[in-house]
């Protein structure tokens, strides 16, 4: 086996099938320095053991996934989201806080879809816009980085009607960088004849919470949703976006998130393996060696 | 049976079973005044014979689909393409004289997808550009707008390299509007958080060569490209895209192109009813009655 690259970070949905104490075995026993971690494997076990059992892999944790689906009219609804994204920050702060040194405080947010039967998908941004402003206090005081993630807009009705980097980073600027950042996911933006400025201008702006990486190819799994590949088994030009990443100033670890059945399929450490050969071969030649663990 | 909106046409694309003398019937028989036309129907008849076909069912010509899969290297099949993109410039200019007053020589042009084992947007779109110059001398002189579609960013791979309105705009820039205009068709666009302001933008730039219309709903089918709906039946706001259009001075016929199998299963005739039903109800709400026919 190969050695893992040490900026390489293990999105926990890429073993979905894994419990946590599982996942955080498959990747610390694989070499993998980092692990970006879902909800609800974590409150399966009850934050506090989650934190410990963290803290017992050695592992940084880079990410908490996820918050957000905001697009509902005013209501009952509505605030139990905004309370459940409350507790989310909170998870994130202790879970950053229990993590190795270069551990970060990153809620990834996904904005939400459309609301039954609505087709106002202005409104439904603003309802985005609203929620930031919501939150951005909690975050603040929980020194939590909510980083809002534009997924590719095959998603926008039904997931998230934050589509572009563009479109992330205009709802970012009403709120300080360390509060409100943005998510940088390959899949979701490599298609975007925009992308290598909005990724310049993320920089600019210090906005880069995360950066993930995936691949794409066709055709599309039939569930849109679960159509994410290993790093180099697409079309995925990962030098052009990886080098505008690391020109705009991200110096942190890098997250492979993948929904795909078969990845699913694999047993956790043998996906771990191949994610970490996938990664290997189509994005650490494009890497620094250097890690901030600041 | 209601009488169709005036400015409805039917792409032939909808009643995709029909050979090109059943879907002039199904249109003309209907009430509906245009037809779009696709290649392989014309082309199983031959031109004269089309065109004469056409003159004969009284319908207006409203766009031919569709040239462009313009994203090869260099070589023998970029010289194919280029050459069959001219034939399919004689075809419109035909066509389009052929059809009824009002009728309008529009060549529909998808840009193609990534070539086989590419990773390389950014060449793929030069390309574009490259057959645009190689072409637009030809169009110019026959008389025919070529039309280019951004397409969905779920296609950008295998079919379209562009797939935003801002960027077929960027394209055409370099030039005339009468000879490189663009395709608004809202499945394509509707999720782009700068759709209205690149509307406005294609208006003042007098490049607003076809608006077409159908919905968008999730799930996606399993063959993302056959996806499409009726008018009505999804979630695109056809109040704002449509308003827009018109608002930037789009003054012509509106084209229904629907591929889906279920539409495709459906008698030509009851599907250009159900089509000229949906229109009636999410389009024609939002226009004036007038039809430019100048």
Chains 1, 2 share one sequence.
Not at 227 to 233: A, E
């Amino acid at each position: 086996m190969t050695t893992p690259d040490p900026r390489l970070s293990i999105n926990q949905a890429t073993i979905k099938r894994a419990n946590l104490a599982a996942a955080l075995r498959a990747t610390a026993d694989n070499g993998v320095q980092a692990i970006g971690l879902w909800r609800e494997p974590v409150n399966e076990v009850g934050l506090p053991t989650a934190a410990s059992m963290l803290a017992d892999s050695g592992l940084r944790f880079t990410t908490h996934c996820r918050g957000g689906f905001f697009t509902l009219d005013e209501g009952r609804a509505r605030r139990a989201a905004i309370d459940d994204n409350r507790r989310a920050i909170e998870e994130t702060a202790t879970l950053a806080a229990a993590g190795a040194d270069g551990s970060t405080a990153v809620l990834v947010l996904v904005a939400g879809g459309l609301p039954e039967g609505s087709r106002d998908l202005a409104g439904a941004r603003e309802c985005v816009r609203d929620a930031l402003g919501e939150l951005a206090p909690d975050a603040a005081a929980a020194g939590v980085t909510l980083a809002i993630e534009p997924l590719h807009p095959m998603y926008v009705s039904d997931r998230a009607v934050v589509s572009t980097l563009g479109q992330a980073l205009d709802l970012a600027a009403d709120f300080d960088p360390s509060v409100v950042g943005v998510t940088i996911d390959t899949f979701h933006v490599f298609w975007d004849p925009q992308v290598l400025d909005q990724i310049a201008r993320a920089g600019r702006e210090g906005r880069i919470a995360t950066y993930q990486v995936c691949d794409w190819k066709t055709p599309l799994a039939a569930d849109v949703l679960l159509s994410r590949h290993y790093p180099g088994d697409g079309v995925i030009d990962f030098a052009s976006l990886t080098r505008a990443v690391l020109d705009a100033g991200y110096t942190g670890d890098i997250e492979v998130e993948i929904f795909n059945e078969d990845v699913w399929a694999t047993e956790p450490g043998e996906a771990v393996r191949r994610t970490a050969a996938g990664f290997g071969a189509a994005v650490s030649p494009w890497l620094s060696a250097t890690i901030d663990s600041a």
